[in-house]
């Protein structure tokens, strides 16, 4: 016998407040009780992007204007995808 479960982190956030992407309980809508010895494989997951690649502590970026000139810009901390985004954030 096999059979496929689907357990999503926010599915029980009713019974867990706790729950968290990467580390979470769920309660399933009826016991799943298993007799003798079972393999279990992973078939798929989805990680959605939550974290920052550009944080507090790394945000300062500068800039050499030739001439010995230079300027230097903070950018907001958040997930930015692209040097465009980047950029942007930078307001240049």
Same mark, same amino acid.
């Given at each position: 016998?096999?059979? #496929? @479960?689907? %357990?999503i982190?926010?599915?029980s956030k009713?019974f867990? =407040?706790? $729950? !968290?992407?990467?580390?979470?309980?769920?309660?399933? =809508?009826t016991p799943i009780? %298993?007799? &003798?010895?079972?393999?279990?494989?992973?078939?798929?997951f @989805? #990680?959605p992007?939550?974290?920052? $690649?550009i944080?507090?502590d $790394?945000? %300062?970026?500068g800039f050499? %204007?030739? &001439?010995g !000139?230079?300027i230097?810009?903070r950018? =907001?901390q958040?997930y930015?995808e692209?040097? =465009? &985004? @980047?950029? &942007?954030g930078?307001? @240049?």
């Open positions: 016998m096999s059979f #496929y @479960i689907t %357990l982190s926010d599915s009713h867990f =407040p706790g $729950n !968290k992407t990467s580390h979470f309980t769920t309660q399933l =809508p009780t %298993l007799n &003798d010895e079972w393999e279990m494989g992973l078939v798929d @989805i #990680y992007h939550t974290w920052y $690649n944080r507090e $790394n945000n %300062l970026f050499d %204007l030739g &001439d !000139k230079s230097a810009r950018i =907001p958040g930015y692209s040097i =465009p &985004d @980047i950029l &942007d930078m307001c @240049i």
